[in-house]
């Protein structure tokens, strides 16, 4: 077991590298840790809320709860906030994170001009459930719109949504970063990736957790 900055990683959390592997909570925020120490530099424009604290947010149902779990992020004076989505979060209430289990992972982006929205890799008529619910949890500075459904590239199989989470949340991150107004973001599409496989993107955050972690 390994840290790098506020993220855990072990053993067991690695093999899920492997291709079918279901990547869990510990590796998305693995990689939500290296975007903003090695990518964003630290921009304090910049907020990426762990798997975690989402959850939980999501699960508090209260804004009292949830404005005091973000506290330390002070989301008003952020101009990008970057969430990954766990649907676990919008079901029954359960004490144990630990022991949630989810059966999807989508991308919920907050930008000061486009507003909320939704990224997801699987087909889906309307915004998920836990996106609109944690979107209307999050203390921000103004009342958020409603959530947006954009276009995503789409996994192929049952395990590749955290996969594509990771990649899409590196493709916003540096259309902000180019652009902090992001005039010309209204989705992604598959070439917009930094990536060009889930296999790929599974192969560098191996080499990333290796070098980080030494795991």
């Given at each position: 077991?390994?840290?790098?900055?506020?993220?855990t990683?072990t053993?067991e959390?690695?093999k899920?590298?492997?291709?079918?592997?279901?990547?869990?909570d510990?590796?998305?925020?693995?990689?939500?840790?290296?975007?903003?120490?090695e990518v964003?530099?630290?921009d304090p424009?910049?907020?990426?809320?762990?798997?975690?604290v989402?959850f939980l947010v999501?699960?508090?149902r209260?804004?009292?709860?949830?404005?005091e779990l973000?506290t330390?992020?002070n989301?008003?004076e952020?101009?990008l906030?970057?969430?990954p989505v766990?649907?676990?979060?919008?079901?029954p209430t359960q004490l144990?994170?630990?022991t949630?289990?989810?059966?999807h992972?989508?991308?919920?982006?907050i930008?000061e001009?486009?507003?909320p929205?939704e990224l997801?890799s699987?087909?889906?008529?309307s915004?998920?459930a836990?996106?609109r619910?944690?979107?209307s949890?999050?203390?921000?500075?103004?009342?958020?719109?409603?959530?947006k459904?954009?276009r995503s590239?789409k996994?192929?199989?049952?395990?590749?949504c955290?996969?594509?989470?990771c990649?899409?949340?590196e493709?916003v991150?540096q259309?902000f970063?180019?652009?902090?107004?992001?005039?010309?973001f209204?989705g992604?599409?598959e070439e917009?990736?930094?990536?060009s496989?889930?296999a790929?993107?599974?192969?560098?955050?191996?080499?990333?957790v290796?070098?980080?972690?030494?795991?």
């Open positions: 077991m390994r840290d790098y900055g506020d993220a990683v053993q959390d690695v899920l590298l492997n291709t079918g592997g279901w990547l869990n510990a590796l998305v925020w693995f990689f939500e840790e290296y975007l903003r120490v964003a530099n630290n424009r910049v907020c990426f809320v762990s798997p975690n989402a999501a699960q508090s209260s804004k009292e709860i949830a404005a973000l330390s992020l989301l008003p952020k101009k906030i970057l969430v766990n649907d676990a979060g919008d079901g144990n994170y630990d949630a289990v989810g059966n992972w989508s991308l919920l982006v930008h001009r486009t507003g929205c997801s699987v087909e889906a008529r915004v998920s836990a996106a619910l944690i979107t949890l999050l203390p921000v500075r103004k009342t958020l719109s409603n959530v459904l954009l590239p996994q192929s199989n049952h395990s590749d955290g996969v594509y989470v990649a899409m949340m493709t991150l259309s970063l180019a652009d902090d107004q992001m005039q010309e209204n992604i599409a917009d990736l930094p990536y496989s889930p790929i993107v599974r192969s560098e955050m191996r080499k990333l290796r070098e980080k972690c030494g795991v």
